[in-house]
């Protein structure tokens, strides 16, 4: 393996060309594997591209370079920051680089290497100082806000309810509709007999039975020729139920017209 001591800041692998010493920052390395490069260091002296190895890496022979480097590369001086061309070294040269815009003379371990960084994704930008004060903004916001609603939470737990202004107070009640009736003649002894059939529905808002269901017979002239009950104290109707009531009067059908329903409810109501 390359990698002879780890530190919190960088890694320093063993050139397996010249033995130089080479350290690699850490978030340098951690930025080309989260962007799926596949990793090579050239080395500080010699500038052999080797892979660097550890303990856990799967191909311990990928230490071992396959080829010399004849290629310069270019750098960075350390003095003014221009880039330079440097030349490969052999093992133990040791030497002087002189750099040919400011006359600075550096070794080869402190020339800053361009091309290792070029390929790399830049590291994402702060935020500005704009950014920085809208997002301050709506956190202040967001805290008012749940603030706010927990204020008023705890206000409507303490206050008791407010009285239910007169008139406006309703009872749950039940209320029943005629909804169908129809009646026809049918043969019952001499006099005949009318067949009663009237569909009644709840409409309240609770259940109950009507107090009494009457049937009135009427004349071609709308005049009531007799009445009778068709139902006494019905089981009671839940809200929106329906219900069918069929009764056979003994009343002779000769002059009846037409039938009118009345439903008298519990209470007087009708």
């Known amino acids: 393996m390359t990698l002879?001591?780890?530190t919190p800041q960088s890694d320093i692998?063993?050139?397996?060309?010249?033995?130089?010493?080479?350290?690699?920052?850490?978030?340098?390395?951690?930025?080309?594997?989260?962007s799926g490069q596949q990793i090579r260091i050239a080395c500080h002296k010699c500038d052999e591209i080797f892979q660097p190895l550890n303990d856990n890496s799967p191909l311990a022979a990928a230490?071992?370079?396959?080829?010399?480097?004849?290629n310069p590369r270019m750098g960075v001086c350390a003095a003014c920051g221009d880039s330079l061309s440097v030349p490969p070294l052999k093992a133990g040269e040791a030497v002087m680089v002189e750099c040919p815009h400011c006359r600075h003379l550096m070794q080869p371990d402190e020339i800053g290497r361009v091309d290792a960084l070029a390929d790399l994704p830049a590291p994402p930008a702060p935020p500005s100082q704009t950014q920085r004060i809208a997002g301050t903004l709506l956190a202040l916001m967001l805290a008012g806000i749940?603030?706010?609603?927990?204020?008023?939470?705890?206000?409507?737990?303490?206050?008791?309810?407010?009285p239910t202004p007169f008139g406006l107070a309703v009872s749950?009640?039940?209320?029943?509709?005629?909804?169908?009736?129809?009646?026809?003649?049918?043969?019952?002894?001499?006099?005949?007999?009318?067949?009663?059939?009237?569909?009644?529905?709840?409409?309240?808002?609770?259940?109950?039975?009507?107090?009494r269901v009457v049937?009135?017979?009427?004349?071609?002239?709308?005049?009531?020729?007799?009445?009778?009950p068709i139902a006494v104290?019905?089981?009671?109707?839940?809200?929106?139920?329906?219900?069918?009531?069929?009764?056979?009067?003994?009343?002779?059908?000769d002059g009846i017209e037409d039938m009118a329903v009345t439903v008298l409810e519990a209470g007087g109501r009708d």
Not at 13 to 33: E, F, I, S, Y
Not at 177 to 205: K, M, Y
């Open 4 to 6: 002879i001591l780890e």
């Open 233 to 253: 104290r019905e089981a009671a109707l839940a809200p929106g139920e329906e219900r069918t009531i069929t009764a056979r009067l003994s009343v002779p059908p």
């Open 63 to 70: 230490a071992t370079p396959s080829r010399p480097n004849p």
């Open 215 to 228: 049937v009135s017979f009427l004349d071609k002239t709308g005049t009531a020729v007799m009445s009778r």
């Open 13 to 34: 692998h063993r050139c397996p060309a010249c033995g130089a010493q080479c350290a690699v920052q850490k978030d340098l390395l951690a930025r080309a594997r989260n």
């Open 172 to 211: 749950p009640t039940p209320h029943f509709a005629v909804i169908a009736a129809d009646f026809e003649a049918a043969l019952d002894g001499a006099n005949g007999a009318v067949l009663v059939t009237v569909t009644l529905a709840n409409l309240g808002t609770t259940a109950g039975a009507p107090e």
């Open 146 to 162: 749940l603030i706010a609603g927990f204020a008023a939470s705890a206000v409507f737990r303490i206050t008791p309810p407010l």
